[in-house]
């Protein structure tokens, strides 16, 4: 039972254009979330990361919005570059317990 | 400053062997995190440890096993190999509790189980 989803698998976006990355959740006990970036054969990369009591933290070209009651969340990329194409995975923890989503794979095409 | 290093880089063994992995932590990280990537499953956390103490375990059975050494070193066992234990372990350092400080990560030790 996935915990953690991100339902697509991969995501093919226009160079310049917006990406959006989604993740849904099941338990309302998550109090924080991140996203990280893999590229292969590299360990992840933290991106950005949103507390519960907050809806939308943002860091350059990277958003993330948070929608507690539809335990939903996203990130959005604006505008995508070709360096962004990687598997983004999605986390969501319980104090210092991370459960992890089976990750996207964004490719940006130029 | 020297990243998270993880050895061996790629392992071959058999079903029923032991492994024993080491991760080097970003010098001066005391918290060391160990997880699990497989296609199926995605990434999933094993342990932390801070400060030589085990602070946390994710739902893995005892046959995976972990420790820090006082330089912050973490080594983690897997005993009686199977299959299914095939895998990119990777292990990640921060500076103190892994919930408010960023998480860097090595490229991982990959493990294939014949």
């Known amino acids: 039972d996935q915990q953690v989803k991100q339902n697509s698998p991969s995501l093919s976006v226009q160079e310049g254009r917006i990406s959006i990355l989604n993740c849904d959740y099941t338990?309302?006990?998550?109090?924080?979330f991140l996203w990280y970036k893999k590229y292969p054969a590299e360990g992840p990369t933290f991106l950005i990361s949103?507390?519960?009591?907050?809806d939308k933290n943002e860091d350059g070209r990277f958003t993330v919005f948070l929608n507690k009651s539809a335990k939903h969340l996203s990130l959005h990329i604006v505008p995508s570059q070709p360096g962004d194409s990687a598997v983004y995975f999605c986390?969501?923890?319980?104090?210092?317990?991370?459960?992890f989503g089976p990750g996207t794979r964004l490719s940006v095409l130029p | 400053k020297a990243g998270v290093t993880q050895t061996p880089r790629y392992l071959i063994k058999t079903r029923g062997q032991q492994v024993t992995l080491s991760c080097s932590p970003i010098?001066?990280?005391?918290?060391v995190s160990w997880y699990q990537q497989t296609p199926g499953q995605g990434l999933q956390f094993l342990f932390e440890?801070?400060?030589?103490?085990?602070?946390n375990k994710g739902n893995f059975p005892g046959r995976f096993s972990g420790r820090q050494f006082s330089n912050s070193r973490s080594e983690m066992n897997v005993s009686t190999l199977e299959l299914g234990d095939s895998a990119l372990y990777l292990c990640?350092?921060?500076?103190?509790?892994?919930?408010?400080?960023?998480?860097?990560f090595g490229p991982g030790t990959r493990l294939l189980v014949l």
């Open positions: 338990n309302s006990m998550f109090d924080y």
């Open positions: 949103i507390s519960s009591i907050k």
């Open positions: 990640a350092s921060s500076l103190g509790s892994i919930y408010q400080e960023t998480q860097y």
């Open positions: 010098s001066g990280h005391r918290s």
């Open positions: 986390a969501a923890s319980i104090g210092q317990n991370f459960v």
């Open positions: 440890y801070f400060s030589e103490t085990q602070r």
